[in-house]
């Protein structure tokens, strides 16, 4: 039956289910017979009560129907035809009331115990009709208490049918789908799932659209079930009509929300192996494009084996070594991102593609794949380091060949090292650059043999190409040029030693020269303040015992202290001597004459010397 059929029939209210039960649960289905017998319909009223007995659960129609017919205003012969329908549309019947006007039953007795025994009409009045129905569950026209508006009850139930109606579409669609979508599930290609998705994408989303206004459709309905108190379908702890429409819309909610659910896991799991798929496509495009790359020109950026003969050829290789470094970092920079997309399509690989027929071997290529370009990369990456390093090694050695020419060509300049003043200070400023120069040159030969022998093993180590063989250059020259480069600078090198040890030698011999004819100077001139003194502070001999003791006792600290100063004088000339003698040179006549000049002035002190008495006579001893 179509909506407009029924709800036409329900809109002349031939029959009415207002939601009520009986003491023993069973739904309560009113009928009111019209006044003119013209008006009456027993088909309508057949297919008014066909419709309204599937409203109930199966468990209330189980407990039997209790029928109310309300025959007080139409003529009795209405009634036996109307029971006759009632019980070929029922079928089973607890209760079947007839109730008739009050008055008519007065002179007439019923049975009513075989009326509840074989299903018979019982006839009642509205008045009596209350001892065997609740008032509660009787509309206010039968006598009862019961609020029952048969528009707003025509309105949930249209709106309720229209639910139904929507949702049974919609799940019909929705499996169709869904057998489609499973009947290709796993596909042999990709291809055929590709054209799969095609073709029904217009149709997956225009189904999965509707549940979202079916499941607002159905709160809707469920608010009016379950707050509409003055319509049929009212809600009374669970129980009644209006509490199984919506056990039932919830149950169907459910099972469209389940199916719903399915479908779209069913198409994102098609889809997304048709994503992964084509990932794994693109990444399989994009590893050969960088494996093309370094073999063809990542091995031409690689050709280049020469390490220069000079700091400045070398510096201009590893200038172009960096530039090329530049250009293999947009390649890294490539594959590091590729490599982790990879790892993630690997990871979801075996889930995602389920939908594929050959999955394992997509999988298994695009990890092979993967591992040969990560060997491509590092095999490449390491030559490219292998390179740099080597470069670095011949920019360093040729660094340190050309400072230690430069500092051994300074240690060699003769004039600027050897002694050409008097100055003791300008010497030792010498003689401490020069040995700071000579360490320099010492860390500077140390550190270009290191280097040198650095070089050399970087270049006689194999290098192999992206595919294993052995492409060693022909490093001889370069061999040849570091081997000679490190003979002439170790040759360089003992020349300026010697000659710096010669240097620093006579700047020291110079040094202590000067040093010692100055203290020999100094001790002279001490000794002539000390004569000085004795001229005028020693000249009185004493008039007494007492005081030429006294006077004695001075006399030979003076002359202990003119003593310690020749000595040190007569030690510094004799060292001056020495140091002249030792250098290889002649005695000059300034420093013997330096050696003579504390002589003199002992003896002028001696002359000096008062002898008021033997013991200050004696008192001379050295001098």
Not at 577 to 586: M, P
Request: glycine share 6%; charged share 30%.
């Amino acid at each position: 039956m179509c909506t407009s059929e029924w709800e036409g029939l329900l809109e002349r209210r031939l029959a009415m289910l207002p939601g009520s039960r009986d003491p023993g649960g069973g739904p309560i289905l009113v009928i009111s017979l019209p006044q003119d017998p013209t008006l009456h319909d027993s088909g309508g009223i057949s297919a008014t009560i066909k419709y309204l007995k599937t409203i109930p659960s199966l468990s209330a129609r189980d407990r039997g129907w209790v029928v109310v017919v309300d025959a007080r205003v139409c003529h009795y012969r209405l009634v036996k035809p109307t029971v006759s329908t009632v019980r070929a549309a029922l079928g089973h019947l607890r209760h079947l009331f007839v109730v008739r006007p009050e008055g008519f039953w007065d002179k007439q007795r019923v049975d009513c115990r075989k009326s509840e025994v074989d299903s018979q009409p019982i006839y009642v009045t509205v008045s009596k009709l209350t001892r065997h129905i609740e008032p509660s569950q009787l509309p206010i026209e039968l006598g009862g208490t019961l609020e029952y508006d048969h528009l707003a009850w025509l309105k949930t139930r249209k709106a309720y049918e229209e639910f139904v109606d929507e949702c049974e579409r919609a799940r019909r669609d929705l499996e169709t789908l869904q057998v489609e979508l499973r009947r290709e599930e796993p596909c042999s290609r990709a291809s055929t799932l590709h054209d799969l998705l095609s073709v029904n994408t217009n149709t997956y989303t225009t189904i999965t659209a509707r549940p979202s206004i079916i499941f607002n459709m159905g709160q809707e309905v469920l608010k009016v079930l379950e707050m509409d108190e003055e319509s049929g379908f009212r809600v009374c702890e669970g129980q009644g009509d209006a509490a199984e429409a919506a056990s039932r819309v919830r149950a169907m909610l459910h099972d469209l929300h389940l199916l719903t659910t399915a479908v779209e896991a069913c198409w994102r799991r098609l889809n997304t192996a048709l994503d992964t798929y084509m990932q794994v496509r693109e990444l399989e495009t994009e590893m050969n494009d960088i494996g093309k790359w370094l073999v063809s020109a990542g091995q031409t950026l690689l050709a280049e084996t020469s390490i220069g003969t000079t700091t400045d050829q070398a510096e201009a290789l590893l200038r172009e070594h960096e530039a090329i470094e530049l250009k293999c970092r947009e390649t890294y920079g490539r594959w590091a991102g590729l490599r982790y997309r990879v790892e993630d399509a690997l990871d979801r690989g075996d889930g995602d593609l389920r939908a594929l027929a050959d999955h394992r071997t997509t999988t298994t290529d695009l990890r092979s794949l993967k591992d040969y370009t990560d060997t491509l990369v590092r095999t490449f990456a390491s030559r490219l380091d292998r390179r740099r390093t080597l470069i670095l090694a011949s920019v360093r050695f040729h660094r340190i060949a050309h400072q230690m020419e430069e500092r051994c060509h300074i240690l060699l300049q003769a004039h600027r090292w050897l002694p050409h003043t008097d100055d003791v200070e300008p010497l030792k400023k010498t003689l401490r650059e020069l040995t700071a120069r000579k360490e320099a040159i010492d860390y500077l030969a140390s550190e270009g043999t290191r280097a040198g022998e650095k070089l050399l093993d970087l270049l006689t180590v194999g290098v192999k190409d992206l595919s294993g063989r052995d492409i060693t250059p022909d490093y001889t020259a370069e061999l040849n040029h570091v081997h000679a480069l490190l003979t002439a600078q170790q040759e360089h090198y003992c020349r300026a030693a010697r000659q710096a040890d010669l240097y620093k030698l006579r700047l020291q011999q110079n040094i202590q020269l000067l040093t010692c004819q100055r203290d020999v100077r100094q001790a002279h001139r001490w000794l002539r303040a000390l004569l000085e003194a004795l001229i005028k502070a020693h000249s009185h001999v004493g008039r007494s015992s007492d005081e030429i003791r006294r006077l004695k006792a001075e006399h030979q600290q003076f002359q202990d202290t003119a003593a310690g100063t020749f000595e040190y004088g007569y030690e510094s000339a004799r060292a001056a001597l020495l140091v002249e003698k030792s250098a290889g040179g002649s005695v000059l006549c300034e420093s013997r004459n330096l050696v003579e000049r504390p002589g003199e002035s002992v003896e002028d002190l001696r002359a000096g010397v008062p002898g008021a008495t033997d013991e200050a006579a004696s008192g001379g001893g050295l001098l």
